[in-house]
């Protein structure tokens, strides 16, 4: 399986980015989808998770700011990200949970808040 994101970049604070994550190949069953984030020397944090059925949840940092949607039957996702603040400034990775207890990881896409 290979697992894609994008919509990553550069934004000043206050603005909004929409990343999306793809996954392709022979997988089994998506059971949860999840956006998570890592900057330099700390640990990669979940920011927003969707299961099958839709059932969503998020870090509390980013309540009422992020949105997650997408469609696990179609393993697309999106993070609408909205009133962006330096602290969000990370590499955002997409990951995949099957129902066989394995999980992918994309690349990481990298956003920037800053003046």
């Known amino acids: 399986a290979q697992v894609v994101e994008s919509g990553g970049g550069l934004v000043q604070p206050g603005g909004s980015l929409r990343l999306s994550c793809a996954v392709s190949g022979n997988i089994f069953r998506i059971v949860a989808m999840g956006w998570y984030r890592q900057t330099p020397g700390n640990e990669r944090d979940l920011v927003a998770i969707?299961?099958?059925?839709?059932?969503?949840n998020y870090a509390d940092s980013v309540k009422g700011r992020f949105t997650i949607s997408g469609d696990i039957a179609k393993n697309t996702m999106y993070l609408q990200m909205n009133s962006l603040k330096p602290e969000d400034t990370a590499v955002y990775y997409c990951?995949?949970?099957?129902?066989?207890?394995?999980?992918?990881w994309g690349q990481g896409t990298q956003v920037t808040v800053s003046s």
């Open positions: 990951k995949v949970d099957l129902n066989v207890g394995v999980s992918y």
């Open positions: 969707i299961v099958s059925g839709g059932r969503t």
